[in-house]
């Protein structure tokens, strides 16, 4: 499926990744914790530096950026000079082939200097970090940056941050919110659990709506289900375990017509960066929770719930208190890394993300099933996150040989058994040939297996 020189881009990734994998863990921490003067630390590290740096940048193999910037300029991979530039912000992709479709993501270069400057502020300046150090602006470039992606007007609503989507869900059903809730089985678990705590705690009912095999709920079983005694209804915009996206305008448009004054609580944790949303359209009254993980790549804590004004009304005080600026700056930074793939524009950035990953996922969905291998669903890529889940035998184990093979990917359980859903996504810092490499070799494990 991939040309000699194409592959040699991924070779030159797996060779890469198992250079770091092979060599010794930096041992500053430690070396920090057991220092018993100032002067330990200092030798510290001025010895883990030099370390730390060429370990990342693995100066002892063929650049694979290098090898993208030839391969591209001939017309042997289909992206364009500004798609391979943004890929260089992302180096720790080329420790392998990253294709895993798990919470953390991977951040960008420019997140890790964010951080040393965002810190290096308290160290300059002290309490007056949020003056002089200006962290008293990251709050609204923050909520702008969060509305932009949601395309959201300034005056249609508020951004409240949140650790993390379970606190945002947490506190917008601890505000005054009661009735009957309808959620499904292809929420996550732990919302699950806060539904459960939430009717325990107001003397309300839900609803949970059982999915098929792999826990995916069709979006018009939700709306099947919708009374005009519904008060709430609670989901995610796409199913975490196959990657199947939720129709939210047609779900939208029968909560008008059934129960208009209900609430609409969507969790747009595994598309948001990489599908173009707009709460243009929602309920009047609407909650829209995010964060940083997954396609957004910067780590836990910034998480937040959009509250549409209607709601805002309705609801009593969610949070008291500053929030912790760190992880609004890794939101913003990563979120203006973004921007630069659509000439400083978000929204153009994140369409130009969805038409790749969908020729992406498109033609990875063919090779799949091209090679044997039972892709779940049959949906199209556009009716996808970017993501390919297969079911297969034996998970875990599958998960772990291709690791040995340098590409990184990760797996859900199915039922009791040994087997299970293996997850290999596409982002908009990734190319084709990184899931079309990862296909072969989990056609090639399934043949031996």
Not at 253 to 263: D, G, I, N, Q
Request: proline content about 7%; some cysteine; aromatic content about 4%.
């Amino acid at each position: 499926m991939l040309s000699g020189q194409v592959r040699r881009i991924a070779l030159a990734q797996v060779e890469r990744g198992r250079d770091l994998a092979s060599a010794p863990p930096p041992g500053l921490r430690g070396l920090v914790e057991r220092a018993k003067s100032p002067v330990e630390i200092h030798h510290a590290l001025l010895k883990e530096a030099p370390l730390l740096d060429a370990r990342q940048r693995g100066e002892n193999r063929p650049s694979p950026h290098r090898l993208r910037e030839e391969a591209a300029a001939v017309g042997l991979i289909d992206a364009t000079p500004t798609e391979v530039a943004y890929r260089r912000l992302f180096p720790t992709l080329d420790h392998g082939i990253y294709c895993a479709h798990h919470a953390v993501g991977v951040p960008s270069e420019a997140l890790q200097y964010r951080m040393e400057e965002h810190h290096g502020q308290l160290y300059q300046h002290g309490l007056g970090a949020w003056g002089t150090g200006g962290w008293h602006t990251l709050m609204g470039s923050f909520r702008n940056r969060v509305c932009t992606v949601l395309a959201a007007a300034p005056d249609a609503g508020d951004v409240v941050p949140f650790p993390s989507v379970p606190d945002a869900l947490a506190a917008v059903l601890d505000g005054g919110i009661s009735g009957h809730l309808l959620c499904g089985a292809d929420h996550t678990g732990s919302a699950r659990s806060l539904h459960a705590w939430w009717s325990a705690r107001t003397d309300s009912t839900f609803t949970a709506l059982a999915g098929d095999r792999d826990g995916w709920v069709p979006t018009a079983q939700y709306v099947d289900a919708l009374t005009p005694h519904t008060t709430v209804v609670s989901l995610r915009t796409a199913h975490g375990r196959t990657g199947r996206l939720h129709d939210l305008p047609s779900l939208a448009a029968a909560m008008r017509s059934v129960c208009p004054e209900a609430t609409l609580l969507v969790d747009t944790g595994p598309s948001l960066g990489t599908i173009p949303f707009s709460v243009s359209g929602l309920p009047d009254r609407t909650a829209v929770l995010g964060g940083g993980l997954e396609q957004l790549h910067c780590g836990p804590g910034a998480g937040f719930a959009w509250l549409s004004s209607a709601l805002l009304d309705d609801l009593r005080s969610l949070r008291a208190g500053p929030p912790d600026p760190a992880p609004l700056a890794a939101l913003v930074t990563e979120l203006d890394v973004l921007s630069t793939l659509g000439g400083g524009s978000i929204p153009a950035a994140i369409e130009q993300v969805r038409a790749r990953t969908v020729r992406t996922v498109e033609a990875a969905l063919q090779a799949a099933r091209g090679a044997g291998l039972e892709v779940v669903g049959e949906e199209p890529a556009r009716a996808r996150v970017p993501l390919v889940c297969l079911r297969v035998p034996h998970a875990t184990a599958l998960v772990a040989r291709l690791a040995t093979e340098g590409v990184v990917a990760d797996a859900r359980a199915e039922g009791a058994g040994p087997g299970g859903l293996l997850r290999l996504s596409t982002a908009g810092a990734a190319f084709e040939y990184e899931l079309m490499f990862a296909i072969e070799r989990v056609a090639t494990a399934m043949r031996g297996a």
